[in-house]
C-alpha cells in the first residue's frame, strides 16, 4: 500500500512539473494588449495591470463600470523594478463580478482614464475593457 501511494505522489509531482496540470490562480491579470476578459461563476475574479507613473501626476482612475454587476476589490500601486528617477511601475485594479451577472451571458464595460485630476483640458488616455460573463 506505501508503494502504491509513492507512485502516486509521484506520477503527481511529474504531471504538475510538466505542466500538465494546471493550478488556475484566483486572479488572472489583463492589461492594455489584453481588453477581452471572461468570467465564469468559479472565477469571478480578475486584476488589471496597467502600465503608471505617479511622480507625474498621472495615475489611472476607474470613470465608469456596472456598479450592479462588478465590484471593485483593491487599488495598488507596484513600485518600478529598477529604482531610477521617473521610472515607471505598475497600477493593479482588482475586481469581481456579482453572481447576478453569471444569470445569463452578459457583456459588461469597465472604463480607465490615465489622467491628472487637477487638469481639465487634457482628456487623457482611455481604455475600455470587456468583461464577458459565462454561466
Known sequence: MKNIKQIIFLLVSILFCSGA???K???????????????????????IQLKSNP????????????????????HSVIAPEKKL???????????????????VPQLLTIRM????????????TQIIFRVMTEK
Request: hydrophobic share 30%.
Open 85 to 103: 528617477i521617473g521610472a515607471s511601475g505598475y497600477e493593479q485594479w482588482t475586481f469581481k463580478v456579482n453572481p447576478e451577472a453569471f444569470i
Open 55 to 74: 511622480t507625474t501626476g498621472y495615475m489611472w482612475f476607474l470613470r465608469e463600470y456596472s456598479t450592479k454587476m462588478i465590484t471593485p476589490l483593491k
Open 25 to 47: 490562480p484566483d486572479s488572472t491579470i489583463y492589461n492594455e494588449n489584453n481588453t477581452t476578459i471572461q468570467v465564469t461563476p468559479l472565477h469571478p475574479q480578475f486584476t
Open 21 to 23: 496540470i494546471a493550478v
Open 113 to 124: 482614464i490615465y489622467t491628472r485630476p487637477w487638469t481639465s483640458t487634457d482628456p487623457g
